[in-house]
């Protein structure tokens, strides 16, 4: 079982940053895959970016990370715009593989609101 809380999220103008945080809990953190999806308002969650245990990644413009030590993974956010709000999830799945689909996905964090105003 793997619990999953995130932070980081907030209010930023267009063109800002945020640094979003995920911490696991639980063990056998290594031999999970991360990832972070999004969902605004009225729209289907899509996918934002993942991260294998060896730090093969699949990203967008937003650059995710991992430090296995300390069971976090971030997602670093920049040139941010307002089409970016939304709430930010962070999932997780015990594979070595780098998944996309949120269905392949077992854990998922209660997620964290970003809004970035115009």
């Known amino acids: 079982q793997v619990q999953l809380v995130e932070s980081g999220g907030g209010m930023v103008q267009a063109g800002g940053s945020l640094r979003l945080s995920c911490a696991a809990s639980?063990?056998?953190?290594?031999?999970?895959?991360m990832a972070w999806f999004r969902q605004a308002p009225g729209k289907e969650r899509e996918f934002v970016a993942a991260?294998?245990y060896s730090g093969v990644s699949v990203k967008g413009r937003f650059t995710i990370s991992r430090d296995n030590a300390k069971n976090t993974v971030n997602l670093q956010m920049n040139s941010l715009k307002p089409e970016d709000t939304a709430v930010y999830y962070c999932?997780?799945?015990?594979?070595?593989?780098?998944?996309?689909?949120?269905?392949?996905?077992?854990?998922w964090g209660q997620g964290t609101q970003v809004t970035v105003s115009s």
């Open positions: 991260i294998s």
């Open positions: 999932a997780a799945r015990r594979t070595m593989l780098v998944l996309t689909s949120l269905y392949e996905y077992e854990y």
């Open positions: 639980g063990r056998s953190f290594g031999t999970y895959t």
